[in-house]
């Protein structure tokens, strides 16, 4: 089975926000506030996609997972609580709205995929990573950690009405 990374493209507008409407479905379902506020949605990925920050994970020519990816520093990055990150750097890159399809899910395809965006940007001298995730989505958990990342604290980021705590991670790759 072909799996590789692409670039996202307007023609995947669809996929992308079925992949993200589900993930929001089984988010809710696992009792996880995260993504329940309307964000990310259309106008969170045509921003993606017009800044070229989109992309999207490829098995057997249909569109399985999206994935954001911001260069250089994350405002609600600024301030991290119980705890620091592992440099003062703000020359890193940032994964965001990371969402794989659920008939895809059980594959280790999360995997592929985080290797893939970790490669990918290695190539192109990136070598500090962050992400953050809701404190109950312990699969996500999972990823991050399996892919090397270390938790560093909290942040807070502004998804909507409020302020919600995120547990923020890293990877230093050199």
């Known amino acids: 089975m072909l799996v590789y990374m692409r670039q996202a493209q307007n023609n995947d507008v669809i996929d992308i926000l079925n992949i993200i409407e589900t993930a929001r479905i089984y988010l809710n379902q696992q009792g996880v506030n995260q993504w329940q506020l309307g964000y990310p949605n259309q106008d969170?990925?045509?921003s993606d996609l017009n800044q070229k920050?989109?992309?999207v994970l490829i098995v057997a020519d249909q569109v399985?997972?999206?994935?954001?990816i911001v260069s250089?520093?994350?405002p609600n990055y600024k301030k991290i609580e119980l705890g620091q990150w592992?440099?003062?750097s703000t020359d890193y890159v940032v994964i965001h709205r990371f969402a794989l399809s659920p008939l895809y899910r059980g594959q280790k395809l999360t995997?592929?995929?985080?290797?893939a965006i970790l490669t990918y940007?290695?190539?192109r001298q990136a070598f500090d990573f962050r992400i953050d995730t809701h404190p109950e989505n312990i699969p996500m958990q999972a990823v991050i950690r399996d892919n090397g990342f270390t938790k560093q604290g909290i942040v807070r980021?502004?998804?909507?009405?409020?302020?919600?705590?995120?547990w923020a991670y890293q990877l230093l790759l050199k």
Do not use: C, P
């Not at 399985?64 to 954001?68: D, E, L, N, R, S």
């Not at 980021?157 to 995120?166: A, H, K, L, V």
């Open 44 to 46: 969170t990925i045509l």
């Open 53 to 55: 920050i989109g992309y």
């Open 64 to 68: 399985a997972g999206y994935v954001a």
């Open 72 to 74: 250089g520093e994350e």
């Open 86 to 88: 592992l440099n003062k």
């Open 111 to 115: 995997q592929r995929f985080m290797t």
């Open 121 to 123: 940007f290695f190539e």
């Open 157 to 166: 980021i502004d998804e909507g009405t409020d302020s919600s705590i995120r």
